[in-house]
């Protein structure tokens, strides 16, 4: 089968953009795949354990990603974003702004050095602020490239000329605030957007107390929390006195189901909320958990067997209810006050922690994005797909899969990350 | 072994501070180089570096090195990387071996660091030993043919093969009915659109038309023999046998709607399925004024615990079309979990709502109650038994697995889990594929699943599909399991417990490696009660003189 | 590291502690705050350590990296202050401030032995109880006259922190310290990352100036500072013995019989069985730090909250809240009865005059400050 030799660019780096890019590259495609942080990985990799195995994510995605950089038919540009296309499906300019790493990625070895030695303290984004990190850092432990970056906004000698202790310390000299940004052309036969999601911040929803009551924190968060190389090392904390909780509630449905505040279903919330209730269980077998649902949509191989399992052998209580409210006592332990759907009685609950399951949404630069393709956005900001071709924008050449389409799991992001490869495989083996 | 000196060079790698903030390996260095067979040894700050690679290949020059060691992280980061390193400085890649003291040493004991250190010194001594027997070894290929079978002719099948098709490459489709289109044909309208089902039919005539399909419509598969990229497949329509190569196997067999036959008074009259109810809408001959539909018949049960994810779909689809032909009709949906994941999903339960059609949760232990025109059932939400009229009853049943799927699955010898569904490789990364290269899985043969759902999957499969096929050649590693045919007596068990079927027999009975297919997981080699087999560049020599090594000291 | 031409271009324009040296310590006016070395020593450069009195010196000289931050976060290098007037909306002469208040803490034991009315030990303590703080960097004696900084982790050592600080010490230079070592007392042991823990700190003007400036930069120590409470600062004193026994004899006291020192209007000694003893500040000219002369902040502009004795009846202490975090803290106390306020103390018209109090000494400052500087010019 001949094809034209032409590239495929893949706008994402986390999962998704991984598996499409290294399907495209098995088959025989040159990749470029862009990403606009320090590191490819995504979300995923600051999970801790995912369902419905259980296993470690950073593990099982840490293969994948030493493949991604050491495939001869893959380049990875990360820092990178697309700010201009031309052309058509098989034929697009591509215009990538590279920013400056201000580290040069073939000289650093990532001794760490620089960042030990770095004055500034900046929240962590990576740890979801829960941690600092340097304004000189590597994204994570694990990224890949394993190379550092400077964070321009924050630097104090990229914002007001003192400092460069990181030059003073590099062994080996890598360090040059001389980088530009710097713009350069691709041109490829197709795209494939896996841009993936940002979580529901849940501030406005003022009556949950997300802000405002200490013990109450995102499911991310508690991610990080529970993950061994996260900021409390795995052990799990309560935000307010650094306790251990005994008694957590999860809520479901927070930034979805809502018609004030998202309407759709985020899909994953269900599975993802008993296996953060199951992590903290085998943290501490004291552990006793509640889950504050609407329903519980667990439809997926071997789904049902672990929500099972959750209640069995987790502690782990399912309610279905709705949320009026959660107050806080005076030792900063939050109170819930539910309506128990079962029986129609209004209840209170004092728990320890308060975990809020937050929807996915898309992430905040895909406007920004779409704009540049031409590709249309669905009502929540999606990338919109055409019906019965579910991987197919409405932009002839250029396919979506994962989250950045809507919300969904791994498998069915790995899935549909294969699927996205296929067809833009069989876009350049047609023309 | 070959009769030439064995000349091993050691290199410890410092790995930044993961390694060497705990082990002391100017230490280990020099403690390399006491072993014997050791003409070389160097530490460095980061092996896996441009630099650290250059001095690998210095030192295989400088020293003639014929047996490389790195001590420093796990072979699951830089094996690769280093066997390449090998390779290029003219070292065959089996001569490398990989000491782990990071994972295993510096990470674990990072509490103790002169214990740590003792610890790799007792690595690498293990290392040095193993590396005497090291043997080189050759990587095969095997040719691959560019033809894929599909089994299956639905909206799966269907999207797999005009994706290959259009790719280029040759594709042989097999369905056993008489026309293809699978459940689609049964269907009415589709979700959420509300398109007629005929329009996904469209791509039928796409299918029949392509230069590079050959549909086999009455036909079934009676005989898969060979393994990744050299598979002899027979099948038969009707009398008639044929026979084809293909290089790449993808079920797309998809599955039933369970017949809830005892469950809820089922007659297929008054008490129908959700598929029944399709056929009746498709034919206009709909007269009930009085429905009630009952979720989560038959699933999500003992015996059959799992969700079919699509069947709240469905009776909010139905329900939705029932009262837009007749907006009199009362219906009313049992249901335990409303599923309406996803963006789309969830606004089509709440037009649903709007629309006017009843819920009403119940719960499992108390479940609802099909009488001669009503249908009782408790309200928990006041505590009472009501009953709701009903001269329709509609059961929404899961999708279960075909019952001649586990023939399937011996034929093509891949897994089945409990409920009958085939098993793929890892749930999460690789959900298409499966352990035994070369076959793939997409669709409801998979797991319940929606049109769209399983167009992407469809789709997936044809990309994993295609990384085979878009090779002339596969390259098999060389680590494989070996049948020394002397000693092996045919008993067979190795070919029971082998997880990725590589192993097959002989004319004479015996057992044959296929080393294509072998991964090298060392289980038959461990079985085999005459030591028949061994399991190359994991020899007994090797690991014994590890044991030995170790066991005396220092 | 070879030095590349780079590095030694940069390091020629940068201003560090050798100009440090030049411009603040040769002309007498570095207030000892402890800033600069806090932060060397807290990032582990380890070049410069604070003397005991005087200006910080080099440890070794080498270890300096030119990196020009200990000159940008000194007080008195004015190189940060636009950033700092803009962030903290200064306006002269007293800063910007959103409400004045006199209290009280309720707690007997804080009042028994506060210098005015315990409102900062008060406040501390609600911050220590709900959890808002793990510890605070306050001062406790060694001597009558000497004190120390330390970190405050629960009530009683708060208890020992109360009480007037006029001498020379260094807060901020505690703070460096205490990031960087373990913490040596059992309480702190818990405190396993530095990054999650947040602290108070209550300093004089000068000290309050350079936290600030570092968390304009975001550097460490003071990532960990959440809340600045800031004192009212008119001058510090250096009590030397020669010096003491001059006024003793002038005012016909003795230093071991005062009890407790305050500064409000003037220079109170608190004595054993007798009257306290109010002595002008101009009879301290001789105590002062010469350093002080220099400084134009009297009312502590950068703080959360400032507090003083001036303005407020005996046993009273004045607080002005400044930010909105300052605000909320202080409002929080008040709800839950750590401080009371009393109406007729409050009154629009008794705020008035203690807002005019303290713009009154904060005048005074600046104006002695501009005379400083002035002959300063004039002796170059």
């Known amino acids: ?431 | ?554 | 590291m070879a030095k590349t031409s780079k590095i030694e271009e940069n390091e020629e324009n940068t201003k560090s502690f050798e100009d440090l040296i030049h411009e603040v310590h040769e002309l007498g006016i570095c207030g000892q705050c402890a800033g600069c070395v806090s932060f060397c020593s807290a990032d582990q450069i380890g070049a410069i350590q604070m003397t005991k009195d005087g200006p910080p010196t080099y440890i070794n000289k080498d270890n300096c990296l030119h990196c020009g931050i200990c000159y940008l976060i000194c007080p008195q290098t004015k190189a940060l202050d636009p950033d700092l007037h803009e962030k903290y909306k200064y306006k002269p002469p007293i800063g910007n401030w959103r409400f004045i208040s006199s209290a009280q803490a309720t707690d007997h034991e804080i009042r028994a032995v506060a210098t005015d009315g315990g409102v900062v030990t008060a406040l501390l303590l609600y911050l220590l109880e709900n959890n808002l703080i793990d510890g605070a960097i306050v001062t406790r004696h060694i001597d009558p006259f000497t004190r120390e900084a330390f970190l405050a982790t629960t009530k009683e050592d708060l208890i020992a922190a109360a009480g007037s600080k006029f001498d020379s010490q260094a807060s901020t230079e505690h703070l460096g310290k205490y990031t960087t070592f373990v913490p040596v007392t059992s309480s702190l042991k818990r405190f396993i990352d530095a990054d999650r823990i947040n602290l108070a700190v209550v300093g004089v003007p000068c000290q309050i100036n350079s936290i600030r400036k570092m968390q304009e930069l975001k550097i460490v120590p003071s990532h960990v500072v959440k809340y600045v409470f800031g004192l009212f600062c008119y001058e510090n004193f250096i009590f030397t013995e020669e010096k003491r026994k001059e006024m003793e004899k002038k005012f016909n006291f003795s230093f071991k019989d005062v009890i407790k020192m305050n500064i409000k209007d003037d220079v109170i000694f608190y004595l054993q069985n007798t009257e306290p003893l109010h002595i002008p500040f101009a009879e301290f000219e001789e105590f002062v730090r010469p350093a002080c002369t220099a400084c134009n902040d009297f009312s502590n502009v950068y703080s959360d909250i400032s507090f003083g004795g001036l303005g407020s009846k005996d046993r009273f202490t004045t607080a002005i809240i400044r930010t909105p975090l300052g605000g909320e803290i202080y409002n929080k106390a008040l709800a839950k009865g750590y401080i009371v306020e009393f109406r007729e103390d409050n009154t629009p018209v008794m705020r008035s005059k203690m807002i005019a109090k303290v713009i009154g000494f904060a005048k005074e400052k600046i104006k002695r400050s501009e005379k400083t500087f002035a002959k300063l010019k004039r002796n170059k």
């Not at chain 1, 500034?120 to 984004?125: F, H, S």
């Not at chain 2, 399709?278 to 979720?295: D, F, G, H, T, Y």
């Open chain 1, 1 to 431: 089968m001949e094809f034209n030799g032409k590239e495929v660019l893949v706008i994402g780096g986390g999962i998704a953009g991984i598996q499409a890019s290294l399907d495209l590259a098995e088959m025989g495609f040159k990749v470029h795949l862009i990403e606009k942080d320090p590191c490819i990985g995504g979300r995923m990799a600051q999970l801790d354990k995912t369902f419905p195995t259980n296993d470690c994510a950073i593990c099982i995605l840490a293969p994948k990603l030493a493949d991604c950089a050491r495939h001869p038919n893959i380049k990875i540009h990360t820092l990178s974003e697309v700010v201009k296309l031309e052309g058509e499906v098989g034929n697009f300019n591509v215009t990538i702004l590279k920013h400056a790493r201000y580290v040069k990625e073939d000289a650093c070895i990532n001794c760490g050095e620089c960042t030990a030695k770095c004055p500034t303290k900046v929240p962590d984004v990576f740890n979801t602020g829960l941690q600092f990190r340097k304004a000189i850092y590597l994204y994570y432990l694990q990224g890949v490239p394993s190379v550092m970056a400077i964070d321009k906004e924050h630097c104090i000698y990229l914002t007001r000329g003192k400092c460069q202790i990181c030059m003073k310390t590099c062994p080996r000299d890598a360090i040059d605030f001389d980088m530009q940004d710097e713009e350069f052309n691709l041109n490829v036969g197709a795209i494939i957007v896996a841009t993936g999601f940002d979580p529901y911040d849940p501030t406005p929803l003022t009556r949950l107390g997300y802000g405002r009551i200490r013990n109450v924190v995102t499911s991310l968060e508690f991610e990080r929390l529970i993950c061994a190389s996260g900021p409390t090392k795995g052990h799990l904390e309560r935000p307010s006195d650094k306790h251990p909780p005994k008694r957590i509630a999860f809520l479901q449905c927070i930034g979805s189901r809502d018609i004030n505040n998202n309407p759709f279903c985020s899909s994953v919330c269900c599975m993802y909320t008993t296996k953060e209730a199951m992590l903290a269980h085998e943290h501490d077998p004291q552990v006793e958990s509640y889950i504050f649902y609407i329903d519980l949509r667990a439809a997926g191989k071997g789904f049902q067997e672990y929500i099972k399992r959750g209640s069995k052998e987790y502690n782990i209580t399912y309610i279905k209810s709705v949320v009026a409210e959660i107050e806080e006592d005076e030792d900063g332990n939050p109170i819930i006050l539910y309506e128990d759907m079962e029986i129609g009685e209004l209840k209170m609950m004092t728990v320890d922690l308060v975990v809020l399951a937050t929807s996915l949404l898309p992430r905040k630069e895909v406007n920004k994005l779409a704009k540049v393709l031409g590709t249309e956005l669905d009502e929540f900001n999606f990338i919109k797909t055409t019906p019965f071709a579910p991987l197919n924008t409405t932009k002839p050449g250029i396919l979506a899969c994962g989250c950045a389409r809507g919300p969904m799991d791994i498998p069915n992001s790995v899935a549909e990350a294969s699927g996205a490869a296929a067809k833009a495989a069989e876009i350049l083996q047609r023309w």
């Open chain 2, 1 to 554: 072994m070959s009769n030439e000196e064995v000349r091993i060079g050691v290199f410890v790698c410092h790995c930044g501070t993961n390694i060497g903030g705990v082990i002391d390996c100017p230490a280990l260095t020099e403690y390399a180089r006491t072993l014997l067979h050791v003409v070389f040894a160097q530490d460095n700050l980061y092996t896996c570096s441009e630099a650290g690679l250059a001095q690998i290949k210095k030192g295989i020059e400088e020293y003639k090195l014929n047996r490389v060691i790195v001590a420093s992280c796990s072979p699951r980061t830089h094996e690769p990387l280093f066997r390449a390193t090998c390779q290029e400085a003219g070292v065959n890649p089996y001569y490398f071996h990989f000491v782990n003291i990071r994972d295993q040493c510096s990470w674990v004991h990072m509490n103790e660091p002169e214990k740590a250190t003792e610890k790799a010194k007792d690595l690498i001594r293990m290392g040095v030993a193993r590396a005497y027997y090291l043997q080189a070894l050759e990587k095969n290929q095997v040719d691959i043919d560019p033809r894929a079978l599909v089994i299956g002719g639905g909206i799966a099948g269907m999207t797999v093969a005009l994706n290959l098709a259009n790719r280029g490459f040759p594709v042989k489709l097999i369905e056993r009915k008489d026309k293809l289109g699978g459940l689609l044909n049964d269907l009415n309208k589709v979700f959420p659109s509300l398109d007629d089902a005929t329009k996904l039919l469209e791509i039928k005539d796409q299918v029949l038309e392509h230069r590079n399909i050959t549909v086999f419509t009455s036909t079934v598969i009676k005989d898969v023999e060979g393994y990744v990229g050299n598979y002899n497949i027979t099948i038969t329509k009707g009398d008639e046998e044929e026979q084809f190569k293909v290089g790449a196997i993808i079920i797309a067999t998809g599955a039933e709607v369970l017949e809830p036959k005892g469950l809820y008074g089922y007659d297929g009259q008054k008490v129908i399925t959700q598929l029944q109810l399709e056929k009746i809408l498709k034919e206009k001959s709909l007269n009930a004024k009085n429905i009630v539909m009952i979720q989560c018949v038959g699933a999500r049960i003992d015996g059959r615990p799992y969700c079919s994810g699509i069947c709240c779909m469905v009776a909010l689809k139905n329900a939705q079309l029932i009262k837009e032909l007749n907006p009199d009709t009362q219906i009313t949906i049992l249901y335990r979990d409303i599923l309406t994941p996803g963006t789309e999903y969830e606004k089509f339960y709440r037009d649903t709502r709007a629309k006017g059609i009843l819920f009403l949760k119940y719960s499992p232990d108390r479940p609802p109650f099909v009488e001669e025109d009503h249908v009782r059932v408790l309200n928990q939400f006041i505590q009472e038994e009501v009953q709701i009229p009903a001269d329709l009853v509609v059961l929404s049943t899961p999708l279960i697995a075909y019952e001649d799927s586990k023939n399937l699955a011996q034929l093509l010898k891949v897994p089945r889990e409990a409920n009958g569904f085939f098993l793929e490789a890892h749930v999460k990364l690789r959900p298409v594929d499966f352990a035994t290269d070369g076959v793939f899985i997409c669709g409801c043969a998979h797991w319940p699943k929606d049109i769209n759902d399983t167009i992407s999957q469809a789709l997936g499969a044809a990309s994993r599909a295609s990384t085979i096929l878009a090779h002339r050649t596969l390259e098999v590693e060389g680590a494989v399991a070996r049948v020394n045919e002397e000693l092996c007596v045919g008993c067979g068990i190795c070919m029971k417990l082998c997880p990725y079927d590589a192993i097959a027999r002989t004319e004479e009975g015996l057992a044959h490696v296929r080393e294509v297919v072998c991964k090298g997981c060392g289980l038959c080699g461990a079985s085999c009660p005459e030591q028949a087999i061994t399991i190359l560049h994991f020899t007994n020599d090797q690991i014994l003189a590890q044991i030995k090594v170790l066991m005396e000291g220092k």
